[in-house]
């Protein structure tokens, strides 16, 4: 089949009539000369030209063979002639320019497909938002650099401008910059006006148009200022100088919204009886102000209300005071001891502690009350922290006793603390050593005793040196006026 279709050759199908050429001729005669040279040795030079000459010869017979043997032609049947097609080379050429032409549209359409693939369009970014930008940016696989610059007309994170224009390609993978705002520049100074003479939709407009975005403009209700009207001014940084203020200065500027009226349109519950958690959630439910007052009661339990101002069925309105007085159970009071003695306020029971003393007192007789350190009456509670009541009562005036040969010298400190000082008389004495028969540092003289004295008063006591023989066995009655005194101390009888 190979050997038909072989006859069908541009060489041999050409329109004309082919001769027989010697390659149709049986392989044993065309190919007899060939057996027939003989080799040449490879080391004579004049062969290996000789040689080199025949083959260049043998090409070109065997060209000059071929060409002749392109213009013959025959067909399939040796010697039959045959008749091709005219137009067949030009169908050819047309085939060829046609794969060519698709060819190369192909290659365009491939690379138009990979630049569209690879390239995305840029949207026009100004006055956007920076995150839409960041957004496309990530959707796109477009990295995006962001400068920022202060910008009065724009506000904080709106671009500004883009290096790659709109509409414009730009690869994926590629930089994208963008330049956004940071808003109007924080260290301009600022003129502030007078606040004090402007209304609040004015201070507003002020702001808005300067874009001093650090000054809070604050509305409030005050009852003393009209609506619209200038109240105050603070700055943050109390030592601000205003004349040079600065946009990045934060300064608080108050507006009065007038005396706030609410309606008197909330009706008041009964909660005699009912907890004061109850009371309190009422009140914080409809904005009152809320006040609680604790009162004694014998008949309502602890933290239980008691009464309420206003009553059930009044009307209130926002902001006004409801009052609940809560009890603290039952009072416990502070007895009033004046009327009662010493030995009865020292076995009486109290839950209130009670410490009674006594004390000398020259106007007051033995016996009677003379003070109590909490008032009688007050009244205190469970929860409350009870005082001890200090209460005194009288032991009327100091009575000096006889102390001669029942003491001695060192028992003086003690005792005069004991019986004077500590109750409120202060007795001072000195003393003095005299020659006696008695042990010595008794106590054998006194200047007073067995006698009322006052509250502060002096007195002297004479002390045995012991030098003396034998022993007295009975006070003496006076004291000689010219007994040997060798040395006096003054001592307090506190000591």
Request: aromatic residues 10%; negative net charge.
């Amino acid at each position: 089949m190979s050997d038909f279709l072989s006859n069908f050759s541009p060489d041999k199908y050409d329109g004309k009539k082919q001769e027989p050429t010697p390659q149709d001729k049986p392989e044993t005669q065309t190919q007899a000369p060939a057996q027939e040279e003989m080799p040449v040795p490879a080391n004579d030079p004049e062969t290996t030209g000789s040689r080199r000459g025949s083959k260049s010869n043998g090409r070109r017979e065997a060209k000059d063979e071929e060409q002749a043997s392109n213009k013959q032609s025959v067909s399939r049947f040796g010697q039959e002639e045959t008749e091709f097609d005219p137009t067949y080379k030009k169908r050819k050429r047309k085939k060829i320019f046609i794969i060519a032409a698709l060819s190369l549209l192909l290659a365009v359409v491939i690379g138009i497909v990979y630049y569209q693939m690879t390239h995305v369009t840029v949207p026009d970014f100004k006055a956007s938002n920076l995150s839409d930008a960041r957004t496309w940016g990530n959707e796109e696989g477009v990295t995006l650099k962001v400068e920022q610059v202060y910008d009065f007309a724009l506000d904080t994170n709106q671009i500004i401008d883009q290096d790659v224009a709109a509409d414009k390609k730009i690869k994926k993978g590629a930089t994208l910059t963008v330049t956004a705002s940071l808003g109007p520049d924080p260290e301009e100074h600022l003129t502030l006006p007078d606040f004090a003479e402007m209304e609040t939709a004015a201070a507003k407009q002020w702001i808005e148009d300067n874009k001093a975005e650090n000054i809070s403009l604050i509305e409030q209700f005050d009852d003393t200022v009209k609506a619209d009207a200038f109240i105050k001014q603070e700055a943050n940084n109390k030592e601000l100088d205003l004349t040079a203020y600065r946009r990045k200065d934060r300064l608080s500027v108050y507006y009065s919204k007038g005396k706030e009226v609410f309606e008197k349109n909330i009706e008041v519950t009964d909660f005699t009886g009912k907890t004061k958690a109850e009371a309190a959630e009422w009140a914080k439910k409809n904005e009152l102000t809320y006040k609680e007052e604790a009162v004694f009661s014998d008949n309502v339990a602890v933290d239980l209300v008691v009464s309420q101002e206003p009553v059930k069925g009044s009307k209130l309105a926002k902001k006004d005071t409801f009052l609940v007085k809560v009890s603290k159970g039952e009072a416990m009071t502070v007895p009033d001891f004046s009327q009662y003695t010493i030995e009865e306020a020292q076995g009486l029971e109290s839950k209130i502690p009670a410490q009674v003393s006594t004390i000398y007192a020259t106007n007051v007789s033995y016996g009677s009350f003379i003070s109590q350190s909490v008032e009688a009456g007050k009244e205190y509670g469970e929860g409350d922290n009870l005082p001890t009541v200090q209460v005194v009562y009288s032991l009327g005036q100091p009575y000096l006793k006889d102390i001669r040969l029942q003491a001695t010298e060192g028992d003086l400190p003690k005792l005069f603390f004991d019986e004077y000082k500590s109750k409120g008389a202060y007795i001072y004495y000195d003393i003095y050593y005299v020659d006696s028969a008695e042990p010595k540092g008794t106590v054998v003289e006194m200047s007073r005793y067995g006698e009322f004295i006052p509250l502060e008063t002096w007195i002297t006591i004479g002390i045995s040196r012991g030098n003396l023989q034998g022993a007295a066995t009975t006070v003496p009655e006076e004291t000689p006026a010219d007994a040997a005194v060798e040395e006096t101390d003054t001592v307090d009888s506190g000591e």
